[in-house]
């Protein structure tokens, strides 16, 4: 009987980001913007990620709002995250559901006192009425 071997190619953890996603190490995950889409209210910015197995992003460390922000630097835009208040900006949760774990709103933020979601700037988050139309950046765990 003749043995066969197979062998499985293993590539590098970042090459699992397809166009037009880049990976970001600490956080072992995919990041895309979507220029091109045109900017989108909040809701339409989660639906549009999840149709590629993402959601808005969360941040949950200075290390991940700053390499948000140096992708804000670069757009010369600020991106929708997953962050969204529904009880007047008492309360913060994300939209993939994972914990209110690090506060990434500049000084002075939340200013809306009202039902609003996050946007990414340079240097942090600001609130903005979830209706309004922004470019989106999604997260994609692997």
Known sequence: ??????????YPIYANCTHPFIY????????????????MDWT???A???LYGAHLV???SYDKQR???AMVNIAHNGFWTGAFSNDGGKSWAWSDRTPWDYNPFYS??????ASACGVVWTDGIAD???NNKVQTICKKSL
């Open 1 to 10: 009987m003749k043995s066969t071997t197979t062998t499985v190619t293993k």
């Open 24 to 39: 970001f190490e600490p956080t072992h995950s995919c990041y895309g913007n979507w220029n091109f889409t045109g900017p």
């Open 44 to 46: 339409t910015g989660e």
């Open 48 to 50: 549009y990620c999840e």
């Open 58 to 60: 969360s941040i949950h």
């Open 67 to 69: 390499f948000l922000g």
């Open 108 to 113: 002075g933020y939340p200013k809306l006192h």
């Open 128 to 130: 903005l009425g979830c």
